[in-house]
């Protein structure tokens, strides 16, 4: 079996001599190919700090023209050239926050489901399958069937307490982005409350706690930040969602007064009047709306980050 | 005494599972009307015709979405180009380099590109390439799409590479093998199932996007034959016809939410199967 | 010492802060074993993958010293190249998960771009495989993954991988202590045949492995080579106390 060990055929030996010796001419060196990697790791960094200025070199002319008016302006009127964006402001904080409150009393309940109650198993699966294929389901189908389902149940309401039955509106687009944000918070919540150390629930439940009083004393207290970061990352998701909420929220540029008005978001009225905007001011203060979405969304998410990262173990 | 309040706390909790559980429950129910309501009033649309056909104009029946099928494919390709050679290369620096300072900067940025508004993106695109070009068109579509394909190809190959065992690129490099053959010849192939997944779920992230095609890729009646033109897309043609006044593009819009969703949770549902598989999370 | 192929002069190693190995002086016999042994974090392992380089994968690694290959000094080559002369198999058995059998013997060649024809490329994977006394076990399942080996076979087919560069010299980190005994006693006799082939360098903290196959021992305590010699001296009548203790079970 050995007898060849030690003897070797000629190619064999020219083969393998050439193996020490060989460096494909075309092959990336070390250094260069790091340096690629280097780069690559900077992209990201800097295409946002190119669409930061970007955004706010687009926005100086308005910038320039309106200064803090823009945002205090309660008219937001193209042809008379008036841009307050006020009501959009109004529009967009209104609907977030509701959508917010909304969805907390619904996605609170399936984290605390698939965190706590059911962990594994085929229940388990099933929601978070399902919670899954929701966040996937894209914005404008979301509204399309928003158009046939909420604003009927609306224009209803309306009739019945007496209020123009437009049926779109900050109510409608705000249970369509409660809808929406429902899946995203959901996720969030659940990965904080599986965080929860096991020990800490055992020993609250030998001490003869029911599982409610656990959750209640041991796993929401503990996971209290992280849920926070939750809510706090949903609400920068809100803050961004467009679709769906230009389809049910009215196209109206006043200021939002009940909520049945029809009303804009930020989101909104950019979708409903950049492919129309004509004159270098009103497409830079649409610019404008949009730098003021980023930098928002941005810290934000920033904030969310380091609050999670100060509470999870990794 | 104890007796009543210990009965008390025990239907308290009762009383509070029944309540989770059914709050649970309601919170699901949104994907079962959705996909009742589209099925229900999208399958009917659903011809040979209908996948092959261009729209008709107002008033005529019998139009169709090919237009808006192939605009979907040509947009999610431009996109796949600008992301994916990028992506991958930046998710293999912050695999390989976890342990840098700059690293951490540069995964926040993919953070926050990821949770970017997609309007705000549209908007890039239309200031860094249809302005300059002058006209709307496919590339500046698929360049904005592309802009958000990038943070999840990034975190799925980071995610992926970070599950290769330390012994795969010692075995490689005690081989005399370079480093960046290594890395591409070795440890890539190795994940490639991975990233493979990561792929899907970013062109599944797309393929239902609408914003940031308002103002670059803008929809176009025709079928799609130059990049520098506008282009139709699935979502496009849904929110255009849905928010229209005729009926017959109500049906239009039925039949391309259909399609369009049945695509999108195939292939995220694909993209789960494959991470159960393999084990990855992102 | 006749013909040393590798001699390790005034060598230190370390990581940061932390001084691993001390001035160590060793010369390697061509075409015979030397075994290297010493208890839990004496450097054993660190030395001898400064041999090949691998320390340069830890970016805090620093070294100072000299390692001579057939004299040339290791550091002023390029470091594929020391790695291609001096080939490596590690305490778990890694084959390439995504290749098959025939693919990971020949891993080298491939990897590195190296065209050789299919004859001569048939030819390593047998030679390799046979040396391994692997051959007559995969002979008909060339190409399958090599997954469903058993350790031990795992180990001889990286064993074989390793040897189908052809290298000068072969390291062995602790290689059978992940295995059962019985796979343990093939390889240790696959070692032995080996050395007519090429000189092999071994890490082990299994005292009765070392007297039983090596021609020479190092003993390494504490980053310092405590003591060198043929293994039968030096297991017989060591020189040193702390041999002696080692030897004896003082401490593991």
């Keep these: 079996m050995l007898e060849s060990a030690g003897q070797m055929i000629e190619p064999l030996e020219r083969a393998q001599a050439e193996s020490v010796h060989h460096r494909p001419g075309f092959t990336l060196s070390e250094g260069a190919f790091r340096k690629i990697l280097y780069l690559a790791g900077i992209s990201v960094l800097v295409l946002l700090i190119a669409i930061f200025f970007s955004l706010l070199l687009a926005s100086m002319p308005s910038m320039k023209a309106l200064g803090i008016r823009f945002l205090t302006g309660r008219t937001w009127d193209p042809v008379t050239s008036h841009f307050g964006a006020l009501p959009f402001l109004v529009g967009t904080l209104v609907t977030s926050f509701l959508a917010l409150c909304i969805s907390i009393l619904f996605s609170l309940p399936i984290s605390i489901f698939l965190g706590y109650y059911h962990r594994e198993g085929k229940a388990s699966s099933f929601v978070k399958t399902v919670i899954e294929l929701l966040a996937g389901v894209p914005s404008v189908i979301y509204g399309f069937w928003g158009l046939f389902f909420f604003i009927p149940i609306i224009r209803f309401v309306e009739t019945e307490l007496g209020v123009a039955p437009y049926g779109v509106g900050i109510l409608a687009s705000s249970l369509i982005l409660a809808v929406m944000i429902i899946p995203y918070s959901a996720s969030l919540g659940r990965e904080v409350i599986n965080l929860v150390p096991n020990d800490l629930k055992e020993a609250a439940l030998s001490l003869g706690a029911t599982r409610f009083e656990v959750i209640r004393k041991v796993i929401l207290p503990y996971a209290r930040s992280g849920i926070f970061a939750g809510i706090l990352l949903s609400l920068g998701r809100a803050l961004g969602e467009t679709m769906a909420v230009t389809m049910l929220i009215g196209n109206s540029n006043f200021l939002p007064t009940s909520i049945f008005s029809p009303a804009n978001t930020m989101a909104s009225v950019i979708a409903n009047e950049f492919t129309e905007a004509t004159g270098a001011i009103y497409l830079s203060s649409l610019i404008q709306l949009a730098l003021l979405l980023f930098v928002v969304t941005t810290v934000i998410n920033i904030i969310g980050k380091i609050i999670i990262s100060r509470t999870s173990v990794t | 005494m104890k007796d009543r309040t210990l009965t008390r706390r025990i239907v308290a909790d009762r009383i509070f599972q029944v309540v989770v559980v059914f709050l649970s429950f309601c919170s699901i129910l949104p994907m079962f009307f959705i996909l009742f309501f589209i099925s229900k009033n999208g399958i009917s649309s659903i011809s040979w015709n209908f996948l092959t056909r261009l729209p008709a104009p107002v008033g005529e029946t019998g139009g169709g979405i090919a237009n808006a099928i192939v605009g979907s494919a040509l947009l999610i390709l431009l996109a796949s180009v600008v992301a994916v050679p990028l992506g991958i290369l930046t998710g293999i620096y912050l695999a390989e380099y976890r342990k840098d300072k700059f690293s951490y900067l540069s995964r926040l940025s993919v953070e926050i590109l990821m949770g970017t508004p997609s309007i705000v993106i549209g908007i890039i695109a239309y200031v860094w390439v249809v302005k300059p070009i002058g006209s709307f068109s496919a590339l500046s579509g698929g360049v904005a799409l592309g802009i958000m394909m990038l943070p999840v190809i990034v975190m799925s190959t980071e995610e992926t590479l970070k599950l290769m065992p330390d012994s795969l690129k010692e075995a490689s490099l005690a081989l005399g093998v370079s480093y960046p053959r290594t890395i591409m010849k070795v440890i890539l192939p190795a994940g490639l199932s991975g990233i493979v997944t990561g792929m899907l779920l970013s062109v599944a992230r797309i393929a239902g996007e609408t914003a940031p095609l308002l103002f670059t890729a803008f929809g176009s009646p025709f079928m799609a034959a130059n990049v520098f033109k506008p282009v139709s897309s699935l979502p496009l043609t849904v929110f255009n016809y849905a928010t229209s006044p005729y009926p017959e593009w109500h049906a239009l819009a039925w039949g391309a939410s259909f399609v369009l969703l049945v695509f999108v949770l195939a292939l995220n549902l694909i993209a789960k199967l494959g991470m159960r598989k393999w084990k990855v999370q992102f | ?252």
Excluded at chain 3, 30 to 58: D, F, V, W, Y
Excluded at chain 3, 200 to 216: E, F, G, K, L
Excluded at chain 3, 228 to 238: M, R
């Design chain 3, 1 to 252: 010492m006749e013909s040393p192929v590798l001699a390790v002069d005034h060598f230190s190693a370390g990581f940061d802060t932390n001084q691993v190995l001390k001035d160590i002086d060793l010369l390697i016999e061509k075409n015979r074993i030397t075994a290297i042994m010493g208890p839990s974090g004496c450097g054993k392992t660190t030395l001898i993958r400064c041999i090949n380089r691998m320390h340069e994968l830890i970016p805090s690694a620093r070294v100072s010293g000299k390692i001579l290959l057939d004299n040339e000094d290791i550091f002023d080559m390029d470091a594929i190249i020391v790695r291609r002369k001096i080939g490596m198999v590690f305490q778990r058995p890694n084959p390439f998960p995504t290749m098959s059998i025939y693919d990971n013997v020949i891993a080298g060649y491939n990897l590195n771009g190296i065209r050789i024809s299919k004859g001569d490329r048939d030819r390593i994977v047998e030679e390799s495989l046979k040396k391994a006394a692997l051959w007559d076990e995969v002979k008909d399942a060339l190409h399958r993954r090599g997954t469903f080996l058993s350790g031990g076979q795992q180990q001889r087919l990286c064993i074989a991988r390793a040897l189908a560069m052809n290298p000068e010299i072969l390291l062995l980190d602790e290689p059978t202590s992940a295995l059962d005994p019985k796979s343990t006693a093939h390889i240790e006799e696959l070692v032995v045949q080996l050395k007519s082939a090429v000189t092999i360098i071994q890490v082990t903290h299994n005292i009765p492995q070392a007297a039983r196959i090596s021609d020479y021992t190092a003993f390494i305590y504490l980053g310092e080579l405590v003591e060198f010699g043929p293994t039968e001296k030096l297991f017989t009548v060591p020189k040193d106390k702390r041999t002696e203790e080692y030897l004896t079970g003082k401490f593991g």
